[in-house]
């Protein structure tokens, strides 16, 4: 991962972090704002709502003192036979607008029942039973909620009672509204709100009893809560845009028995729908500002690593051997000052090449002259002993001339020959041809080179092992170069083991190419002459012009090849040639 | 002073007019008649009291079923051509809108249920025939616990059920046959004995108590509640559901006792009796039918009917509850 992906990366994650961070914050603090509202409408509503059912209340305790005084009923009470009354009841129930309605005699026996004709004579002794600390009395409250008995079950009613006297006679009128679908549709609810009703007449949920409602298994947990606690809750029921926030309040009868539960469902799709929306508007800021976001990190990760970059391209090109490469960069922070301290480390590195090249040249040239002068003053010395004794000879010995001559000549020219060699292999340093390509077998030339040294490695009592791998593949040399770094190697050897020893030469495949190893178990070498072996004209023994492994590896690296070695003194050397 | 005179004589003649009117038949006028039976079919009755009965005196011209009939007068009748031009009658007609065509002249004759007879108006001229029609509890033949049929006829008060419900029309009756029929009908009790039934009813399954006619269904209602105290289940069943007891009425259609109780077992699915020619006889057979409590008898009521003030020449029904309209007149218009 490079430098910019990193710094854009981390940019990014930043940007989506704080997006993320803020729109949650939005969120969170949008909905709990929103939540606050919905309850304090819900509440309002429920209010609305309470006062719904008190005044419906409040209607019916009217109509029933408006039957309890008229005529009809005025008339039934001073009669002395109710005989003849058991379906008037149902006549004012309807003119009244009740579901249901009783006429209740004195001693608690119905004259007439509304809602169940055929049960008069049966006694209604709730009216009639004097109030006590554990039930209360209906004259204390308007209206009340009841449990009615009917021919075709059980319902609920939002019942009063009255009184109608004549003289001292007295009848009671109960009369109420059955609290079902009819009454709750009739309930003036603002928009988004409904009602339903639980009526708890059996013993355990029944999800039947629910009126107003479509499931009942949903608002199950709540209406149980209530029936438990006896006392109002509230909870949010359905998920998405159908849930609804629902208060259920506890509806109790004249004992304190909770006769049903009343659920005021206030529909939470405004609130759903805004919620929706507001996240639906935070993804579209979020993503446009996260976009932005990485446009501008992006741009930024750019504008810093441009400098970054250029001072890496610039590393490069010095690695490559570029070293007069410099980076320009313009501005004055910490990139501009390592810049800076780049371009003046360059250029310090091309000042001290510069002085280093010069004083090598210097020392090769001093080596150059000191193996000259060391090679040339060796025939020379020769060549005036020889000129001397011709010429004293001359003086002194003149018919001995002709003899010294001859001998004087033959000695001048086998040293000017000598001389002459000297200069030969200087000048072969000095024009290394360019390889000539080819395939070959090093197997081929290692044999070939142990072949041609035999004698001479016999001679000195040196022992040869070769351990040449027989699948190696051929490469693409010169073989006469190689046969002349082969040979170099082997005269090194040779030299290195002066008292004998062994010379093992060895061929493998190594990385994509092929290795030539060439070790023997001379004196070895101490870490410095490693250092300069390959110098030219730089040479550990007392004889040789220093040329040997400079060639060597010049052949080496003409086949972009490599050479190394590995010694310790006392345990001798190995020579390491890969080449591919 | 002659002008007084004058005065007095000319009311003294129109009135001497009118009440030679009143009492002297005349043929004309239109008889209206409401009946709450709709008579469905396709065809009028052809036996049974009522529009069978005209048959004797007039013949159908118009017939609408569950709406209308018209009878006109036959010329040739045998007891001659009936004082009425025609009779319309109108079909499934409510007791309550009956009794309020009557009050308001719409109509001439209406049938009166126990309500309408209680509101009826001091003086309304009704007529009556003998108790006829015997409303009793029918159970199915797969009710086989005796105790259980025991408990219930046992369990209904019929006293309260006649006093109230029926207005204390007709009588309470244990038996099949009416008391003016048989002349035994009181032997059998009557009375209702909760504290038995209960004993009898000990571990009942719950029953179903079907009743067809609508005018009969807060009797049900109530002989349902009598059941429940007795600790039987007894729930009205709805409407074409099978039941197992129902609550059903029959009509006494002759007044030969044997004739009527054979008629009776025969309307109400029972069994046929063994044949009886002597009063005794009668009566061991109906006891032992009542015995299996098979049918509970409840109550025998007459066909009563109101009649507006202008017909004339009535009674127009027998004690059986059959029309007799040949005899009768419309009062002429007042002019």
């Not at chain 1, 770094?485 to 062994?502: E, Q, S, W, Y």
């Not at chain 2, 043929?27 to 009291?49: C, K, M, N, T």
């Not at chain 2, 009527?260 to 009886?276: D, I, V």
Request: glycine share 6%; with cysteine; proline share 5%.
């Amino acid at each position: 991962m490079t430098f910019r992906t990193r710094l854009l990366f981390i940019f990014t994650v930043a940007v989506v972090a704080s997006v993320g961070l803020v729109e949650w914050l939005v969120s969170a603090s949008t909905r709990e704002r929103f939540e606050r509202l919905e309850t304090q409408r819900s509440d309002a509503l429920v209010a609305q709502f309470r006062g719904e059912y008190e005044r419906r209340g409040q209607e019916v305790a009217r109509a029933v003192n408006g039957i309890a005084a008229s005529d009809t009923v005025v008339n039934i009470a001073a009669a002395t036979d109710y005989s003849s009354f058991y379906t008037d009841a149902s006549s004012l129930a309807a003119a009244h607008s009740l579901d249901l309605l009783e006429l209740v005699a004195a001693d608690g026996s119905i004259i007439s029942s509304a809602e169940w004709p055929a049960r008069f004579g049966y006694k209604e002794d709730w009216i009639t039973r004097r109030s006590d600390a554990a039930s209360a009395d209906w004259k204390t409250r308007g209206a009340f909620l009841r449990r009615e008995e009917l021919p075709d079950g059980v319902t609920l009613a939002l019942e009063a009672v009255g009184i109608a006297t004549a003289g001292d006679r007295v009848i009671y009128v109960a009369g109420g509204e059955r609290l079902d679908r009819a009454f709750l549709s009739t309930l003036a609810l603002p928009t988004g709100m409904r009602a339903m009703l639980y009526r708890n007449l059996q013993p355990q949920f029944t999800p039947s009893e629910l009126i107003g409602g479509t499931d009942a298994a949903p608002l199950r947990p709540l209406i149980e809560r209530v029936v438990r606690e006896k006392r109002e809750a509230s909870g949010i029921v359905g998920a998405g845009a159908a849930a609804e926030t629902v208060h259920a309040l506890p509806l109790t009868g004249l004992d304190d028995n909770l006769l049903g539960v009343l659920l005021v469902a206030s529909s939470r799709r405004e609130l759903v729908e805004m919620e929706a929306f507001l996240l639906r508007l935070g993804i579209i800021f979020a993503s446009a500002g996260i976009l932005l976001g990485i446009v501008l990190a992006w741009w930024a990760t750019a504008r810093i690593t441009r400098p970054v970059k250029r001072l890496a391209e610039s590393a490069r090109k010095v690695a490559a051997g570029n070293w007069s490469a410099t980076v320009e960069i313009a501005t004055k922070d910490e990139i501009g000052q390592l810049a800076l301290a780049f371009n003046r480390m360059t250029h310090e590195l091309v000042e001290q090449r510069e002085r280093l090249v010069q004083s090598e040249r210097v020392a090769a040239w001093r080596e150059l002259a000191r193996r000259l002068a060391h090679e040339l003053k060796n025939p020379l010395f020769p060549l005036q002993i020889t000129v001397e004794n011709m010429r004293r000879a001359r003086e002194q010995y003149p018919e001995q001339f002709d003899e010294v001559f001859r001998e004087g000549a033959s000695t001048l020219l086998a040293e000017l020959a000598n001389l002459k060699q000297i200069i030969s292999r200087f000048s072969d340093f000095a024009k290394m041809p360019a390889p000539a390509m080819q395939q070959v077998q090093l197997n081929d030339l290692a044999l070939e080179t142990v072949k041609l040294f035999a004698p001479q490695l016999s001679q000195a009592n040196i022992a040869v092992r070769t351990e040449l791998d027989p699948h190696l593949r051929p490469i693409m040399a010169d073989p006469e170069q190689l046969a002349r770094v082969l040979r170099n190697l082997t005269l090194n050897a040779i030299d290195a083991m002066p008292h004998g020893g062994a010379l093992t030469i060895r061929t493998m495949p190594h990385e994509s190419g092929v290795r030539l190893e060439v070790a023997d178990t001379g004196q070895g070498l101490t870490p410095e002459e490693c250092e300069r072996l390959f110098t030219p004209y730089y040479t550990t023994k007392t004889h040789g012009t220093g040329l040997g492994l400079a060639i060597v590896q010049s052949v080496v690296s003409d086949h972009h090849g490599r050479i190394s070695v590995v010694s310790e003194p006392g345990k001798g050397s190995s020579f390491r040639i890969d080449l591919s | 002073m002659w002008l007084r005179y004058l005065a007095g004589s000319i009311a003294a003649l129109m009135l001497a007019r009118c009440a030679g009117a009143a009492t002297r038949p005349r043929y004309g006028g239109i008889l209206r008649v409401e009946l709450h039976a709709p008579f469905e079919s396709s065809d009028p009755p052809q036996s049974g009291p009522g529009m069978a009965d005209l048959s004797h005196s007039f013949s159908m011209t118009v017939w609408e079923g569950g709406r209308r009939a018209v009878f006109a007068a036959d010329e040739n009748a045998a007891g001659g051509r009936p004082f009425l031009d025609s009779i319309e009658i109108q079909l499934a007609r409510p007791l309550r809108d009956q009794a309020l065509d009557l009050e308001t002249g719409r109509a001439d004759l209406v049938e009166l249920g126990p309500n309408e007879i209680r509101r009826a108006p001091a003086g309304r001229k009704t007529w009556s025939s003998q108790p006829v029609r015997i409303v009793a509890l029918v159970f199915s033949p797969h009710v086989e616990d005796a105790r259980i049929r025991e408990a219930l006829a046992l369990a209904v008060d019929r006293a309260t059920i006649w006093s109230v419900l029926l207005q204390r029309q007709g009588e309470v009756s244990a038996a099949l046959l009416p008391q003016w029929i048989s002349g035994y009908a009181f032997v059998f009790p009557a009375a209702a004995d909760l504290s038995r039934a209960r004993s009898l009813a000990a571990g009942a399954r719950p029953l179903t108590l079907g009743v067809t006619d609508p005018a009969l269904r807060t009797i049900a209602e109530r002989i349902s509640l009598n059941a429940r105290d007795a600790g039987i289940p007894l729930t009205i069943a709805a409407p074409g559901a099978s039941a197992d007891v129902q609550l059903t009425e029959a009509r006494v259609s002759s007044s030969d006792a044997a004739r009527s109780f054979a008629a009776l077992c025969a309307a109400f699915g029972l069994s046929e009796p063994s044949h009886a020619d002597t009063q005794e006889g009668l009566y061991a057979a109906e006891r032992a039918l009542l015995d299996e409590h098979r049918i509970i008898p409840l109550v025998h009521l007459p066909d009563v009917y109101g009649v507006s003030p202008r017909v004339k020449g009535g009674p127009g029904i027998t004690p059986l509850g059959e029309w007799r309209f040949g005899d009768l007149w419309i009062e002429a218009p007042r002019p």
